[in-house]
């Protein structure tokens, strides 16, 4: 059984970036930005029907369901949180004629406690138990 929430809501984000550019020599430009991003209201799915467990024990066949008479219930609703800051180097230099040279860098982080509608938390009580390292975080980029 699948059913969305009453309260699914569209997600939203704050976002804040701080850049500084810096021209040098020989027609040569250095950029540096800070990006920091959060996103909340992430669509999730967790089954609401799902067994309870004591904390730090293992769930089994045997523990009970909040209904008893219904197997899996799916419930889409907003739940998720993404936050990911970035740092960007931006080079590009334009010395030859003819000639042009570019290169960027990112390094960045992404913590978030779902991975999107497809994806189902380790514990569908608590989500806070699964914040951490996000399936998009790309540490460095070149």
């Known amino acids: 059984v699948r059913r969305i929430s009453e309260t699914l809501s569209s997600p939203f984000s704050y976002q804040l970036a701080f850049s500084v550019d810096r021209q040098f020599p020989f027609k040569t430009k250095l950029a540096a930005t800070f990006l920091w991003s959060e996103n909340l209201l992430q669509t999730g799915i967790r089954n609401i029907n799902a067994p309870i467990c004591p904390p ?4 089994s066949s045997t523990s009970p369901r909040p209904n008893p008479s219904e197997g899996h219930i799916y419930l889409y ?64 980029s070149f």
Do not use: M
Request: charged fraction near 15%; glycine fraction near 10%.
């Open 56 to 59: 730090l024990q293992t769930c």
């Open 77 to 140: 609703e907003s739940i998720g949180n993404l936050n990911q800051q970035q740092i960007v180097i931006n080079f590009n230099s334009n010395a030859l004629k003819g000639l042009s040279l570019n290169g960027n860098y990112r390094f960045g982080f992404t913590k978030s406690n779902i991975d999107g509608s497809g994806s189902f938390p380790s514990y569908s009580y608590d989500l806070d138990s699964d914040y951490g390292t996000a399936s998009s975080d790309i540490r460095h």
